[in-house]
């Protein structure tokens, strides 16, 4: 139903009027597969089809550039039908128009982004709200049908935009009420408040005391490690009293867990261990004067090593700064060393519905049957994807697994995913799939396009898939290949 002038592109930017024919703008896009013993890529489409016969083998056809099933009594683009180890297999192959869609962002840092239920905001749009935080990260959810189109215009376009930047890999920004403002991008460090992350603690405090306890062992009186979760103290932790570590008359201002663990030792925020501390002393109360003694050593340091002091008591037991021991140094270095690098994770979340069910089979609740019966492999741009337990076809994909740019949009707001479902043509046939549009694998790496399709590819590009990314059409899949393999 949209109006394109000849020579233009129309408001999706997907697809164009060339001379009177509808034109899909982004190339098809073929997974190359390399050689089992790791030997080179199969040396297909490595550049424009010209028209030659290209093998058939090694090669699946995503549905990146496929174009969608709208309306929903169209069968899909493409539905391929290939052999593998003598066994018949059909791979129905479609964009979804994903109204139902959001994003899952896995955030690496200690430090405090938001409260939870905080809303997240792009160009002043509330898009999404900040969720838990997890072992070292804190999970931003955007996104979603309310969103997208249960608000205002502006807000549903700069959702989609922001999503839709995050799944094709750029940089974004945003901002958390009462919070931090970010830069995030998928397989990047973040940057908070402009501040680029550079480490994922090693773990919580308690933990952290538990790995290198008897590593200081010796070399210091005591140690607490700040955590706004679970602050370690050596001298009380259990891995401390395992390994002999005499008590040091220290108190923690904080509420106590178990021994040598303590919660809520000051506010969240971006200072020590994801506290509010820029000075870590605040978290200590007056030591015992019955067991503390002058000259005791105290090491202070946050689970990524990012801040470390050292103090030893004077006469009147307080603390007072030193400079940092060589013989403590490389406990704090070897603290950063088993920090991973912070990065963003970026996944796609969408629920498969109506017409793209419909697009596979005259029968819909059928192929949700079968992918939750795992006869069904379904694949995101050739990608694997989570699909949650539980009714309907509900999904997740990390897009860094996906090529660059497999993602779309239309102005419903929406975005637009490739997905893919791979199941044997006898189960496609049972669950009264379109075995009229059936076309061999060996046509469609040739250049031909589904009978359905009212519209001309532009192009076709072969690209490999993402290191780590199991075949499509793998045993890793389907586990009776494994044994006619």
């Known amino acids: 139903m949209c109006y394109i002038a000849d020579g233009r592109s129309g408001a999706c930017d997907r697809y164009a009027n060339d001379g009177g024919q509808l034109v899909r703008l982004d190339p098809l896009t073929i ?14 489409l490595d550049k424009e089809w010209d028209g030659d016969i290209l093998p058939s083998e090694g090669g699946f056809v995503t549905a990146i550039g496929a174009g969608t099933t709208y309306p929903d009594y169209k069968p899909a683009p493409f539905i391929v039908a290939s052999t593998v180890d003598g066994v018949d297999m059909v791979t129905v192959v479609t964009e979804g128009i994903f109204s139902y869609c959001g994003v899952k962002l896995k955030i690496d ?4 982004l938001g409260d939870e239920c905080s809303p997240v905001r792009a160009d002043g749009e509330v898009i999404g709200h900040v969720t838990t935080s997890e072992y070292g990260s804190q999970m931003l959810s ?4 309310h969103h997208l189109t249960g608000g205002s215009k502006k807000e549903g376009r700069v959702t ?27 397989g990047r460090p973040p940057v908070i408040n402009g501040q680029t992350e550079e480490r994922m603690r090693v773990g919580c405090g308690s933990a952290t005391v538990g790995m290198f306890a008897a590593q200081w062992k010796g070399l210091v009186d005591e140690v607490v490690v700040v955590d706004d979760h679970i602050t370690g103290v050596i001298s009380e932790h259990q891995a401390g009293k395992v390994i002999g570590w005499a008590p040091t008359g220290i108190r923690i201002n904080g509420r106590r867990s178990t021994p040598g663990r303590y919660f809520q030792v000051a506010d969240p925020g971006t200072g020590w261990g994801g506290t509010d501390l820029t000075d870590p002393l605040a978290i200590l109360g007056a030591f015992d004067p019955k ?13 990524t090593g990012e801040h470390a002091a ?31 690098p912070a990065l963003t994770s970026v996944l796609f979340m969408a629920g498969a519905g109506g017409s793209l069910r419909s697009g596979v089979t005259e029968h819909p609740v ?24 539980g009714g309907g076809i509900t999904f997740m994909a990390d897009v860094t697994r996906l090529p660059r740019n497999a993602f779309g949009y239309v102005p419903t707001p929406a975005l637009v995913a490739p997905i893919e479902f791979t199941m044997r043509a006898e189960d496609y046939r049972a669950l009264g799939g379109h075995m009229d549009y059936v076309m061999p694998l060996s046509e469609a790496l040739e250049g031909k396009t589904g009978r359905q399709n ?5 192009g076709r590009r072969g690209v490999q898939p993402s290191s780590g990314n199991p075949w499509p059409t793998g045993p890793d899949n389907f586990p009776w290949r494994r044994h006619s393999a």
């Open 291 to 303: 067991v503390a003694w002058p000259g005791l050593s105290l090491l202070m340091v946050s689970t």
């Open 142 to 145: 955007l996104g979603g049908v």
């Open 31 to 44: 997974l190359r597969q390399r050689a089992e013993s790791g030997g080179e890529v199969v040396p297909f």
């Open 160 to 186: 989609c935009s922001t999503m839709l930047a995050l799944c094709n890999g750029e940089a974004v920004e945003l901002a958390i009420d009462g919070g931090a403002a970010l830069k995030v991008q998928a």
């Open 310 to 340: 050292y103090f030893e008591l004077d006469e009147a037991l307080l603390p007072v700064g030193k400079d940092m021991p060589a013989r403590l140094a490389p406990s704090v270095r070897r603290i950063a060393d088993n920090c991973e």
């Open 109 to 112: 840092t200690d430090r405090h």
């Open 454 to 458: 009212d519209h001309i590819l532009k």
């Open 366 to 389: 059928g192929l949700t049957r079968s992918v939750q019966g795992a006869l069904t492999y379904v694949s995101c741009g050739g990608a694997p994807v989570y699909v949650w337990p």
